[in-house]
C-alpha cells in the first residue's frame, strides 16, 4: 500500500521515499510525492540533511527549486539547533527591559532624536505615532542599529521549520525535565511546547516563502541578510512578512532599506498606524502588542517615551 504523506512527517516522508527508491519497485509511490522527493534529494546533495523537511515543505508549497538549491548551498546557510530551543522554550525565561530607561539611556534616545528631528516629525505628522514611540522602539529594539543581530536570516528559518519534528520536540521538551519537579506542570509544558512548535514551525516556513518572493523582488541579498534569533532584521527588527506588509521608503530613493534610519521611522510608525495606533491607550497597546506580543515589551516602550516627553 502507497504510503500517505498527510499521515507521516516529511522527514519520515523523504527517508522513506529514498529507500523505496533505491531498493524497490517505486511504482506503487504517488507519483507527485516521488517527484518532490526526488527534488529535495538533489537539492540537499552535499548539503546538511536535517533541512530535509524544510526542503520537502517548500516544493510542497511551489517554491522554485533552483532557488532553493541556491539557498541551501549558500556559503552561510547553516543548521542553527539553538534556534529551535529560543524560538520555542524561549518565552520560560522572562527578559529585563529596565536597562531601557535608565539615564544614560535617556540620553542616547534624546540623542538620536535630535540628530533625526525632521525625519522623525514628518513620520509623526504622517501617521500619527509620536517621535517618542518611534524612537523607543528603534531604541530597545537594536539601539538605533548597533545591535542588528549576526544570524543568518534564511538559516533561522530553515532551521526553525523543522521544529516539530518529533525529536526537535523531545530535544526541546528534555530542556526543563531536570528543573520542573511538578509532573503536572510538565505535562502542561510539554503539551504547549508541541502546539508551539507546530506553529513555529508553520510560521518559519511562511517566512521562507517570503523571503523567496523578495529574492525575486527586492534590492537586497535575502540570502545575505543577518538578524535576530527571530529572524528579524534592520534598526525596527522587522520579519519578512512585515517588511512587505508596513515597510516604506522615507528619504524617497525609491527603495526601503531597514538599516537606514529614514526607512526605519518610517516604517515603524507604518506598522503601528497599520495595527491600530490611535489617541486611545487601549489601541496603543495593541499596536504595540502586535509588535512584540509581550506584556513587558509594551510597558517598556511607554515608560522610555513618557520620560522622553518629560523633558
Given at each position: 500500500m502507497a504510503p500517505s504523506n498527510k499521515r507521516m512527517s516529511s522527514r519520515w516522508l523523504i527517508m522513506v521515499g529514498v529507500a523505496v527508491l533505491m531498493l524497490s519497485d517505486c511504482s506503487t509511490l504517488d507519483p507527485v510525492v516521488r517527484r518532490r522527493m526526488?527534488?529535495?534529494?538533489?537539492?540537499?546533495?552535499?548539503?546538511?540533511?536535517?533541512?530535509?523537511?524544510?526542503?520537502?515543505?517548500?516544493?510542497?508549497?511551489?517554491?522554485?527549486?533552483?532557488?532553493?538549491?541556491?539557498?541551501?548551498?549558500?556559503?552561510?546557510?547553516?543548521?542553527l539547533p539553538q534556534m529551535l530551543r529560543i524560538n520555542v522554550v524561549g518565552f520560560l525565561r522572562r527578559v529585563d527591559y529596565s536597562p531601557n530607561w535608565s539615564d544614560a539611556s535617556i540620553t542616547a534616545c534624546r540623542a538620536f532624536m535630535d540628530s533625526t528631528r525632521e525625519l522623525?516629525?514628518?513620520?509623526?505628522?504622517?501617521?500619527?505615532?509620536?517621535?517618542?514611540?518611534?524612537?523607543?522602539?528603534?531604541w530597545v529594539e537594536t539601539k538605533f542599529g548597533k545591535f542588528t543581530g549576526t544570524h543568518h536570516v534564511w538559516s533561522v528559518y530553515a532551521s526553525l521549520a523543522t521544529a516539530d519534528e518529533p525529536?526537535?520536540?523531545?530535544?526541546?521538551?528534555?530542556?526543563?525535565?531536570?528543573?520542573i519537579a511538578d509532573p503536572q506542570r510538565r505535562a502542561y509544558l510539554d503539551s504547549l511546547v508541541e502546539v508551539r512548535s507546530r506553529r513555529k514551525a508553520a510560521?518559519?516556513?511562511?517566512?521562507?516563502?517570503?523571503?523567496?518572493?523578495l529574492a525575486k523582488d527586492s534590492s537586497f541579498d535575502v540570502l545575505s541578510l543577518t538578524g535576530s534569533w527571530a529572524g528579524a532584521f534592520g534598526?525596527?527588527?522587522?520579519?519578512?512578512?512585515?517588511?512587505?506588509?508596513?515597510?516604506?521608503?522615507?528619504?524617497?530613493?525609491?527603495?526601503?532599506?531597514l538599516f537606514d534610519p529614514a526607512d526605519a521611522i518610517a516604517s515603524v510608525a507604518n506598522y503601528l498606524r497599520a495595527n491600530g495606533w490611535s489617541e486611545r491607550r487601549e489601541q496603543q497597546e495593541a499596536a504595540l502588542f502586535h509588535y512584540n506580543n509581550s506584556r513587558d515589551y509594551v510597558e517598556c516602550i511607554f515608560a522610555v517615551a513618557e520620560r522622553l516627553a518629560q523633558r
Amino acid at each position: 500500500m502507497a504510503p500517505s504523506n498527510k499521515r507521516m512527517s516529511s522527514r519520515w516522508l523523504i527517508m522513506v521515499g529514498v529507500a523505496v527508491l533505491m531498493l524497490s519497485d517505486c511504482s506503487t509511490l504517488d507519483p507527485v510525492v516521488r517527484r518532490r522527493m526526488e527534488q529535495a534529494s538533489a537539492i540537499l546533495a552535499g548539503s546538511d540533511q536535517r533541512f530535509a523537511p524544510t526542503v520537502y515543505r517548500l516544493l510542497e508549497r511551489g517554491v522554485d527549486s533552483a532557488f532553493l538549491w541556491a539557498a541551501f548551498h549558500h556559503p552561510n546557510t547553516t543548521f542553527l539547533p539553538q534556534m529551535l530551543r529560543i524560538n520555542v522554550v524561549g518565552f520560560l525565561r522572562r527578559v529585563d527591559y529596565s536597562p531601557n530607561w535608565s539615564d544614560a539611556s535617556i540620553t542616547a534616545c534624546r540623542a538620536f532624536m535630535d540628530s533625526t528631528r525632521e525625519l522623525l516629525q514628518k513620520a509623526e505628522r504622517t501617521y500619527g505615532v509620536p517621535a517618542e514611540i518611534i524612537t523607543a522602539i528603534l531604541w530597545v529594539e537594536t539601539k538605533f542599529g548597533k545591535f542588528t543581530g549576526t544570524h543568518h536570516v534564511w538559516s533561522v528559518y530553515a532551521s526553525l521549520a523543522t521544529a516539530d519534528e518529533p525529536d526537535n520536540i523531545a530535544a526541546n521538551q528534555q530542556t526543563y525535565r531536570d528543573t520542573i519537579a511538578d509532573p503536572q506542570r510538565r505535562a502542561y509544558l510539554d503539551s504547549l511546547v508541541e502546539v508551539r512548535s507546530r506553529r513555529k514551525a508553520a510560521w518559519a516556513l511562511s517566512q521562507l516563502e517570503t523571503l523567496a518572493r523578495l529574492a525575486k523582488d527586492s534590492s537586497f541579498d535575502v540570502l545575505s541578510l543577518t538578524g535576530s534569533w527571530a529572524g528579524a532584521f534592520g534598526l525596527p527588527q522587522f520579519i519578512p512578512s512585515s517588511y512587505t506588509q508596513w515597510a516604506r521608503d522615507g528619504n524617497g530613493d525609491g527603495r526601503v532599506d531597514l538599516f537606514d534610519p529614514a526607512d526605519a521611522i518610517a516604517s515603524v510608525a507604518n506598522y503601528l498606524r497599520a495595527n491600530g495606533w490611535s489617541e486611545r491607550r487601549e489601541q496603543q497597546e495593541a499596536a504595540l502588542f502586535h509588535y512584540n506580543n509581550s506584556r513587558d515589551y509594551v510597558e517598556c516602550i511607554f515608560a522610555v517615551a513618557e520620560r522622553l516627553a518629560q523633558r
